[in-house]
């Protein structure tokens, strides 16, 4: 599996016990209870996290994920979510028992290998948060779970070209400065014909920006820096030379933030958004799956 690139030079990178060196640069990089630290510069970009788990966005960078997956206000849609990737991947499989590999891109706590991992025998985990890789650690081995999980800066990937049959990205790049270069990036290391799987709130339509206007202070808590419709993400994942396979509006609900969650923490209100948005509001959806050919 040598698809391991170093970050500066792209050269293949050797891994020895307490590091991973690069055979063209020699730069060095530390591995963390076996993360590797695949950035370019280790201790700025740990600098850089601290500062923003001191900062307003505390939650976005250390609260539980597998909490808010398993038993969150949201967590009938987030099922519905999950129950349609699973449909996505098996489709993309055309009857193979497994995929040679997979990447789940922004991994989180790593709630979503708890799922993945038997869909390929090579899954592959990267976030840019070593807390939170640390605690996808924890998890995989207590389910005795096989991914390898790396820290890494999804404009600089640190993975050869054309490695994975599938890219799982989901809710990460409503994050990012540079979602463009993200995209390229994630085409680069698709095979021929690959799949990249991207979720990402659909905040761009009228009702959730409607919800932000009323209580803008949650939008200073979200992270958030980019806020799409299908149309526009659609746009630029064609402008980074993706093919748009299918699109996918999920998850319907009150557009208040303050009430929306107390609402559909019951399963029965959850699936009687879900009916009545996708008859009478398609575009308002709370969520979009798009997924994307190379």
């Not at 997956?69 to 967590?75: E, F």
């Not at 990012?176 to 709130?201: E, S, V």
Request: hydrophobic share 40%.
């Amino acid at each position: 599996m040598d698809i391991l690139l170093c970050p500066n030079c792209r050269s293949f990178l050797v891994t020895e016990k307490n590091a991973m060196i690069c055979n063209q640069c020699n730069h060095e990089y530390p591995v963390h209870d076996d993360i590797g630290i695949l950035v370019p510069n280790a201790n700025e970009h740990l600098k850089y996290i601290q500062s923003k788990i001191d900062g307003k966005t505390k939650d976005w960078y250390v609260s539980n994920q597998i909490e808010s997956y398993d038993k969150g206000s949201y967590r009938h849609h987030i099922l519905k979510r999950i129950q349609f990737v699973k449909s996505i991947i098996e489709s993309h499989m055309k009857g193979n028992n497994q995929l040679e590999n997979i990447l789940d891109l922004g991994c989180g706590d790593g709630a979503n290998l708890r799922w993945l991992s038997k869909y390929t025998p090579n899954l592959w985990a990267t976030d840019y948060n070593l807390d939170r890789l640390e605690k996808a650690s924890k998890l995989v081995q207590q389910l005795g779970v096989n991914v390898k999980l790396y820290l890494a800066d999804i404009r600089c990937l640190p993975f050869a070209n054309e490695s994975f049959d599938i890219v799982f990205f989901n809710h990460v790049i409503e994050h990012l400065d540079d979602d463009f270069l993200a995209l390229q990036n994630i085409y680069r290391t698709l095979k021929n014909k690959g799949l990249l799987i991207l979720g990402t709130p659909n905040e761009g339509a009228l009702a959730w920006r409607f919800a932000y206007a009323v209580e803008p202070r949650v939008k200073k808590r979200t992270d958030h820096l980019n806020f799409y419709t299908a149309k526009s993400i659609s746009a630029l994942a064609q402008k980074a030379g993706f093919k748009v396979k299918q699109i996918e509006f999920m998850g319907w609900g009150l557009p208040v933030w303050s009430i929306d969650p107390l609402i559909r923490k019951y399963k029965i209100m959850d699936d009687i958004f879900e009916f009545v948005g996708k008859k009478i509001a398609k575009n308002q959806a709370t969520s979009l799956y798009i997924m994307l050919e190379k």
